[in-house]
């Protein structure tokens, strides 16, 4: 499935870079541990630019809609804090359904198809 978001996304589980990822419902935030400096530079330096908000796309126990049915969460990010001596950024975040991720003027198509394992 492509989808047209309504803002940048991430989708946390497919970069090698992101170490640990953490949620705290009590703050309502998430925080991004990565492997190395340039790493957490090159995203501190682009997600800072996104100040109109940017979603976080990942499973996180215990964090977001998706806990339950051990799916990814959509998480709109709203400001963020880094941490150049721990190599994490932590964002202000707001967890919110797929269906509002999406511009209204996307179209959506799913495709399934049945797979026989021999």
């Not at 589980?13 to 170490?19: D, I, K, P």
């Amino acid at each position: 499935m492509q989808l047209t978001h309504l803002c940048p996304a991430v989708v946390l589980e497919r970069s090698h870079f992101v170490t640990a990822v953490t949620c705290n419902a009590a703050s309502n935030s998430i925080s991004v541990t990565f492997s190395d400096d340039l790493a957490f530079r090159t995203a501190f330096d682009d997600w800072s630019k996104h100040r109109a908000g940017f979603l976080l796309i990942s499973y996180v126990p215990g964090c977001g809609l998706g806990t339950d049915s051990l799916e990814r969460s959509f998480h709109l990010i709203s400001r963020i804090v880094g941490s150049e001596k721990d190599l994490r950024i932590v964002g202000q975040a707001k967890t919110i359904p797929i269906h509002h991720t999406i511009h209204r003027d996307q179209e959506i198509r799913v495709h399934a198809a049945t797979y026989a394992v021999e």
